[in-house]
């Protein structure tokens, strides 16, 4: 089984960066895309930035401008770089990748907290 472990989550002051990271235990074939959600206390998850296969990307417009998803195809690895933190970024952090083989699946990382505070 597949597993996507992800690092670089902690404390922050507001206006300071992370760089999440997302790494697969194993290679993983037919990948569709990669990316991040996040879910605060309290409220739904919501999807941050995705990357497709073929390296189109999205985000959200709450983090338009501050975060970039980024990804080691050979590494199978995403990265979300996060700059001018703000409170309201304070989150879990999920990576997932969709991938196809006789059906479309999902993988998921088990989260990194993401504290954005003074």
């Known amino acids: 089984q597949v597993q996507l472990v992800e690092s670089g989550g902690g404390l922050v002051q507001p206006g300071g960066s992370l760089r999440l990271s997302c790494a697969a235990s194993?290679?993983?074939?037919?990948?569709?895309?990669m990316g991040w959600y996040r879910q605060a206390p309290g409220k739904q998850r919501e999807l941050v930035a995705s990357?497709?296969?073929?390296?189109?990307?999205d985000s959200a417009d709450s983090v338009k401008g501050r975060f970039s998803i980024s990804r080691e195809s050979d590494k199978n690895t995403v990265y979300l770089q996060m700059n001018s933190l703000r409170p309201e970024d304070t989150a879990v952090y999920f990576c997932?990748?969709?991938?196809?083989?006789?059906?479309?699946?999902?993988?998921w990382g088990q989260g990194t907290n993401v504290t954005v505070s003074s």
């Open positions: 997932y990748v969709d991938r196809v083989e006789s059906i479309i699946s999902r993988l």
């Open positions: 194993r290679s993983i074939t037919s990948i569709i895309v």
């Open positions: 990357i497709t296969a073929a390296g189109r990307t």
